[in-house]
């Protein structure tokens, strides 16, 4: 028994690392994410040329000491234009998933909470959003209202919000009936501080976890708009017009699109093992 006893005060008396810190998934993608990242913040130290200047006389150009990845049709240097198109992609991608996780959050709460005709009209809404497919609908409402920033924010905030909705809605219809809302209640709290300052902040992890993947399918409907020429429009540089440009000359000069490809993936994984590994830091023990 006393064996026992000293195994289990031992174990106790050794410190544990941080949950953040025991994740090797959260790690991996957080190192991955900031690489990325701060290649982008730093892309006027990381480069001299600017991404937007042309010059005709030294067109598609093999990479060399002066442009690691040669340069464009245009004779833009594509090294400086992938880390100028970082800025513009992920910075679009980020304030692109703000929006509709704030709306569907908070609609999904509201649902939840109040269920009955309000439930009722709100999950009908959900549905009939959902029937369409993502990128088609993005794809279609931005086609709709012109190429741009704006029209990227509008459409995926009108298609995105709903599952955000439907996360936070199953999330509050359980715990609102767990006990410490029940004694809320019986404590004659208001619903606004029952729903806000106590179930809000216990269901709102799982909308965090899904962002990480959220952002993931921002960026791909960005470079996929990009690539259709309903994105960014040019000449500000962006991963969709590097790849699409490049396609043309993809037997002769390979890596005008092909980089731009291979860094999306490579980013899409750094948000996938964020995502991951955030849902281990915050799954309860």
């Known amino acids: 028994m006393s064996t026992v006893t000293e195994v289990l005060t031992s174990e106790a008396a050794v410190p544990r690392r941080p949950r953040l810190l025991r994740s090797r998934t959260l790690l991996a993608g957080a190192a991955l994410l900031a690489v990325i990242v701060a290649l982008a913040i730093l892309a006027p130290l990381l480069t001299r040329y600017n991404p937007i200047q042309q010059d005709l006389t030294h067109i598609l150009l093999n990479p060399s000491r002066q442009h690691p990845l040669g340069t464009d049709e245009l004779g833009r240097d594509v090294w400086s234009r992938l880390l100028y198109g970082a800025r513009t992609d992920l910075r679009v991608a980020f304030v692109a998933v703000l929006f509709p996780f704030c709306i569907g959050t908070f609609v999904g709460a509201i649902s939840g909470y109040v269920e009955g005709w309000v439930d009722f009209s709100i999950m009908r809404l959900v549905e009939v959003v959902v029937a369409f497919p993502f990128y088609v609908l993005v794809i279609a409402l931005v086609f709709a209202m012109g190429p741009g920033t704006r029209s990227i924010y509008l ?131």
Not at 189 to 217: G, K, W
Not at 251 to 273: C, E, F, K, N
């Open 155 to 285: 459409a995926i905030t009108i298609v995105s919000w709903v599952s955000y909705t439907r996360i936070v809605r199953a999330e509050t219809l359980v715990a609102k009936r767990q006990e410490y809302v029940l004694a809320a209640r019986v404590g004659g709290l208001s619903h606004a501080r029952i729903l806000f300052r106590h179930i809000l902040p216990n269901v709102i992890t799982q909308c965090i976890v899904f962002a990480m993947s959220d952002i993931v399918l921002d960026i791909l409907a960005i470079v996929t708009l990009g690539y259709l020429g309903l994105g960014v429009p040019p000449p500000t540089p962006d991963w969709g017009n590097m790849i699409a440009s490049g396609q043309q000359f993809l037997t002769t000069h390979w890596q005008l699109s092909t980089i731009p490809g291979v860094v999306v993936v490579i980013t899409g994984l750094a948000l996938m093992l964020v995502g991951d590994g955030l849902a281990e830091v915050l799954r309860p023990e």
